[in-house]
């Protein structure tokens, strides 16, 4: 579904280029749940950026479902990114001054979808993170936990391809982390969501398929976790 | 916003006292499709001791001969009110001023009784004569009670002395029941003459040639001066000074929307900056380009009609204000309505859309950091 060959990326400061992304070569096929670890720093942001079609000043190629991605406008970028991506970050990027199901609507407002259209989906997207009846709330009165769920919804909403997750759990305790993560596999299991998730947590990067280790830039291992320890590890939470 | 409320304040106080101005000149100038127009000319004697009535048969005539300038019809009014007459009294002429009513007039009586419409109905020879005029004429004011008064060759009995009081019509000497008074009148004696023009005539130039006419060969001419009101050159007068006001107007509403606009203009640069991560946010979920900057340029032209509702309703108002000193009404037209909502709309444009593509273009990376 995904697949990179050959990125490049520089981040050019003043007269100083730094090369953040050397010869990356992935892919990553439908159904895939992948963890990317590595130090800050190291360029895991930089490149799940680029898989999720918010960056696209890079060299090399990427194609997406056989679609070059690199020669497409800025414009078509955009509607790309809401038909096939969800995203999750670290701290949320919920609008604060909008209810929960005002946020949750905007994906699907900019699909071109009216308003009347969207109460459902997103009852039923709230249903799926654990969170029926938090319609009207908003963001900021619901704890760090309830907002990445909100996120969660959002990123679903318009039934993507896959999901970026960068470093969700980053800011949430253990115990909630858990249970997104958990949220991630059962999406994974029982819906085949395709998840490319950033994380520091080597415990988190388990409950993954397969993880890739960054290092400078380049990719320095990608193995697989192996699908019974996910199973052990699934049914223990 | 202030300056969005000012100018189209402005611009649509003009407009409506110009529409205002337009529509009154036009009714005066030219008689309407569908009406007639009609016009009145006044006679005014010389010399006051020589009472008589201004137009008569004869003008009459001559006035509805003048169908080339569009006369349809002429009538001679009588004047009733405050007209100057001579009486009699104690074998001695004097000037006076009188009313002619039909009914009992509202004033205070001080002796005597009023003169009521049964008086008028049936002729009687009575009248009113004000407290001022009695002491002047008579030695008291039992005595002028029941005297005569001598007016066209009737003899009248005052049988009333009212108060004077400044209101008019009741501002005279004598008040007297009309239609003993004019019994002795032809009916188309008077010293004023209404005449209706013709659909579509040119009222304001066709009434000066009847003046010129009658100046002429007006039965009277000799006696005294006859005049109308042009009410034409009036309002084209006033049309001048409007027009001239409008270039001021329009130069202080320029001034104030594009105040406005710079102000608009910060407004949403300031609420581009602090709203950086909604962008980013809006943008990475699948916003395009062109969606962010139409939804702030959405908001820079809600904000600049906002406030173009607000100045229409108050250009509204001191039109209406303005009218009531000015001898017509303004005119809002859903024209100016239009007019006022697109100004504010462009303003919005105009100056929203820098602000606009600045949010468009933010970049999304440095946004999500
Ligand atoms: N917009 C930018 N301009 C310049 N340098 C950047 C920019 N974004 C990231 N970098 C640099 O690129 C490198 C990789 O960053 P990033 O992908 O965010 O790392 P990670 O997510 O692994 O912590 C870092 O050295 C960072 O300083
Ligand atoms: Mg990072």
Redesign the interface.
Known sequence: MICLSNINKYYHQGKNAYHVLKNIDLVVRAGEFVAIMGQSGSGK?TLI?IIGF??DHFDGDYTFEKKNIAQMS??DC??Y???NVG?V?QNF???NNLTVKENIA??LL??GQSFSQTEVKIEQALNQVGLHGYQNQYPLNLSGGQQQRVSIA?ALI?KPKFLIADEPTGALDSQTSKEIISLFTQLNLKSSMTIIMVTHDLAVAQKSQRIIRIMDGTIASDQETGYESRLINTNGT | MLGIIIGITSVITIISLGNGVKKATLKNLQATKTGKQTVTIDYYVNDSNDYQAGFDQADHTLLKSKNDLGVSNVKIQRVTKEFQITAVIFDTNKNLTATAVKDRPGVRLIAGKNISSYDNSVQNQRLLISKQTALKNFKSIKGTLGASILINGLSYTVVGIYANNNESPYDTNLILPQETYFQGQVNDQGNSVQITFSKGSKISKNTEHLVTLLKKKGSHRNKGEYSFTDMGELLSGIGKVISALTYFVSAIAGISLFIAGIGVMNMMYISVSERTQEIGIRLAVGASPRDIMNQFLLEAVLLTTFGDLIGFGLGVGSAWLFSLLLPFKAVTTFGSFILAFSVSTIVGIIFGILPAKQAANKNLIDILK
Request: proline content about 5%.
């Open positions: 942001s950026n918010l960056d800025r414009q955009a509607h990114r809401n038909r995203f970050f990027k919920l609008i905007i994906p900019y699909a959002r318009n």
